[in-house]
């Protein structure tokens, strides 16, 4: 990989509504290092993510699910929220939307590969210029559909969020971005085949 001097940087300040898709037992400021997210750091370090609107925040949290099945049920929903938030400070995050990233050796095909090895390597490299990154996201189609990986301490930062008052069940926030939730089958008969 090439230095990383003078690689684009967009600045994300407290003004900035951000919306994180979370369970209600952690909190949004959630910093993960357990390798499952696409530019998750290794411990001590985490990886906090947060789209620039609900409907990118909805479609990445279940975005394998929907496209697999086209819904997602109400029992995958039910413990997960979407909240708002907004950054206690600004942040320097290196810009992979931006045209200059190409000049590094970035494309989109790093926010659409899996397994997720390479973005992890971007990520590592990137933490030691930036406070995180922007990227285009993998399940949305939507050209202003963007997130932030920010990088931290992992765990919980105790940064301030306003709680329940700027949160919504997931499944509310789905259905208002046109996603299905359905309920599953109470029961179900099995038809033996025609003799």
Known sequence: MRPL???PVRTVG???????????????????????????LAPPRGSCYLALSVATAVREA???????????????????????????????????????????GVT????????YDIPHQWATALANVSDGVHYETRFSTDPNATALA?????????????GRRESVGLAVAARRCGV???QPPSSVTIVPPPA
């Open 5 to 7: 001097d003078g690689f």
């Open 14 to 40: 407290p003004a900035v509504d951000l919306y994180r898709c979370h369970r209600m037992t952690r909190g949004p400021w959630w910093f993960g290092s357990s390798g499952d997210g696409r530019f998750d």
């Open 62 to 104: 279940i975005g394998p699910e929907l496209s697999e099945f086209g819904y997602i049920t109400a029992g995958f929903a039910g413990d997960r929220h979407v909240s708002r938030v907004r950054l206690p400070r600004a942040r320097d995050v290196a810009d992979l939307t931006a045209a200059g990233s190409a000049d590094f």
């Open 108 to 115: 989109r095909e790093l926010c659409t590969m899996t397994p």
């Open 150 to 162: 920010l990088f931290d301490a992992m765990g919980d930062p105790g940064w301030p969020w306003p």
């Open 180 to 182: 299905e939730v359905r």
